[in-house]
């Protein structure tokens, strides 16, 4: 059972936003952009769109994640003022700064991001084939890595540039993978058909142990391609990656509770970060 500061923390997404925002500092460090002029937008649009997300009813959570949503459900006024305060910040925030493409790539990407779970454009994104589990991998990439990109010229060549896009994807694409086989039971029921309802749980472990080794791939490449600035970093996310996301196929082998999934899982989005940050210091050192 979730205590009464998890609740908070994972019924509002305060923890999700967290992680999605350092996963884009960390892109940003390796890439050698700054990412703090980034940092509020990226916490504030997950706070938009996942608390958007939520508020709006969906049946198959009540199977999927009964303890979140009961939370949402209690903490929905808390929900409904940290929607408005995120809405307000992403507006005011270029206005101020008189960044008119960040204001533009705001508005386009909050229609398409509400789009997912809102028929504001007649239809749900959601209910697209495989959409589900597509969907949040490749908005976030694009995120974290356009807006710095359109503001700044690339600092690498375009092998590295590849090498980190692809791999935060596919990184992505793993958690959301994993938190949608979880969700099998409930998207099968309501009609959702994610990769995990049109593979099937078997071929969809085959299809995260695959990925898995895609990522140690891009990893080891991205460490070949480094300079020295960036090869300690690489290295530290070349040992500890496989060692956490291996435990992670491991222990999905048998059903886990909604705690291991909203820490654990949504926790591997801080990995990135955390090496760069333990690469800072041994420099220092």
Known sequence: MFSQFEKLLHGLHLYGAAGIAAFGWGVCCLLDW???????????????????????????????????????????????????CAVVFLLVWPILHRDWITLALIALGAVVCLNYS?????????????????????????????????????????????????????????????????????????????????????RTRLFLWGLFGGIELLTLASWAAAGNRHRFTWGIIALVGPIYLGALLIAVRRPQ?????????????????????????????
């Open 118 to 202: 809102i028929p504001i454009l007649g239809f749900r994104f959601k209910d697209l084939p495989l959409i589900k589990t597509l969907f949040a991998p490749s908005v976030v990439v694009m995120s974290v890595m356009a807006l710095p990109w359109l503001h700044e010229p690339a600092r690498h060549d375009n092998l590295t540039f590849a090498l980190n896009a692809g791999r935060a994807w596919m990184f992505l694409l793993f958690n959301m993978t994993l938190c949608d086989l979880r969700d099998i039971n409930g998207d099968q029921r309501t009609g959702i058909r994610s990769l995990p309802v049109l593979f099937g749980a078997r």
């Open 34 to 84: 700054p990412a703090d002029p980034w940092l509020p937008l990226w916490f504030c649009a997950a706070l938009l769109i996942y608390n958007a997300d939520r508020l709006r009813h969906d049946p198959a959570d009540e199977f999927n994640v009964p303890l979140r949503e009961a939370a949402t459900r209690r903490f929905r006024t808390a929900s409904l003022t940290l929607l408005g």
């Open 257 to 285: 509770s909604e705690r291991f999934y909203e820490w654990w899982v949504e926790g591997m989005l801080f990995l990135p970060a955390c090496a760069c940050l333990l690469s800072a210091f041994h420099c220092q050192g």
